[in-house]
């Protein structure tokens, strides 16, 4: 086949323009920065990072986040931190009103480039883009999950755009998610407990704050056997450990010990989960409720039944918080 004039004129000058750069995937992480205390403020950071060692341009991006509502509440998002100084950085209004309510658990956030210079991400860790700002709203040792959702709805679609070549997606990979945490405070003590019929050994955790003022304290055992009652003990002094007679557990504490904390006995049902809120101001002693005083240290520990493979109970770890 032969070629006319034109045709091998065309065919020499693309010989001699430049390609242009072929743009390198840009993938989309959550990291979380700090835990907080219920009521507190928690920041999930957004990071878009590179796959190659050259960075990649980038003139836009959509997150769609998805969460659960009941543990977690929406604040907005905060650039103060953010790598770059976005032209549009926000949750605005989009055609699937996913954004006509941020306390419903989905939102979808928007950055926008400056027109004069593109957002550079590099390799991993990558571009800080934003900061989304969250208040857990119950306490939780494992946290509660903000998830990057790939697509919700007829158009939005968690994407990166190129600033090279406007509208060209250069999304990579997903992930990981981030999540909002209550901090876990005070010491372990005991650790690890012997193990129940799980195989696995009680854990506790303490969350909430140690301040007496907040009276904000909540205690959880968890690798628990199923449908077993249990409760939480306290006191203020902590020693090595003895087996009580008809238990396969270690008790830490020592006398005196106040039983019920938190008023309650737990049915650890199908999750193997105890949990209480402590009211600092009326833990549970021997001759009755005490307040907790700021500057005294107090330990807990959770008694629980079992069968292993016989009738017999079994005890958690302790946790040691000095309160403030």
Do not use: K
Not at 17 to 22: E, G, K, N, Q
Not at 41 to 46: C, L, P, Y
Not at 231 to 258: A, E, H, V
């Amino acid at each position: 086949m032969r070629f006319g004039p034109t045709a091998s004129i065309l065919g020499t000058f693309a010989l001699l323009v430049p390609l242009a750069p072929a743009q390198a995937l840009v993938d989309v992480s959550l990291r979380t920065t700090t835990c907080t205390a219920v009521g507190g403020t928690t920041r999930i950071n957004i990071y878009a990072a590179s796959q190659s060692s050259a960075g990649s341009s980038i003139g836009a991006i959509d997150v769609v986040l998805a969460w659960n509502p009941a543990e977690l509440e929406l604040l907005g998002n905060d650039d103060s931190q953010a790598s770059y100084a976005w032209f549009v950085s926000g949750f605005l209004p989009d055609p699937d009103s996913i954004n006509a309510s941020l306390l419903d658990g989905d939102a979808i956030y928007t950055a926008l480039a400056r027109p004069t210079a593109a957002a550079v991400a590099p390799l991993a860790p990558g571009l800080l883009v934003t900061s989304l700002l969250f208040r857990p709203l119950v306490a939780l040792p494992l946290g509660s999950q903000l998830t990057i959702v790939p697509a919700q709805g007829a158009f939005a679609t968690t994407r990166v755009l190129s600033f090279v070549t406007p509208g060209l997606v250069i999304t990579g990979n997903l992930g990981p998610n981030g999540g909002g945490y209550t901090c876990p405070i005070g010491t372990r003590a005991c650790s690890p407990s012997n193990p129940n019929s799980t195989g696995m050994g009680g854990l506790l955790r303490a969350t909430g704050s140690p301040s007496v003022l907040e009276n904000n304290f909540v205690l959880t055992a968890s690798q628990l056997p199923t449908n077993a009652f249990g409760y939480f003990l306290c006191s203020r002094l902590i020693g090595t450990g003895t087996m009580p007679p008809g238990s396969q557990g270690i008790l830490c504490l020592l006398s005196p010990i106040g039983r019920g904390v938190g008023g309650t006995i737990f049915n650890t049902g199908l999750n193997g989960i105890g949990t209480t809120n402590v009211n600092l101001m009326s833990l549970a002693q021997p001759t009755g409720p005490v307040a907790v005083l700021p500057g005294e240290s107090w330990s807990f520990q959770s008694w629980h039944r079992d069968a292993n493979p016989a009738v017999t109970s079994n005890f958690t770890e302790a946790v040691t918080v000095l309160f403030e």
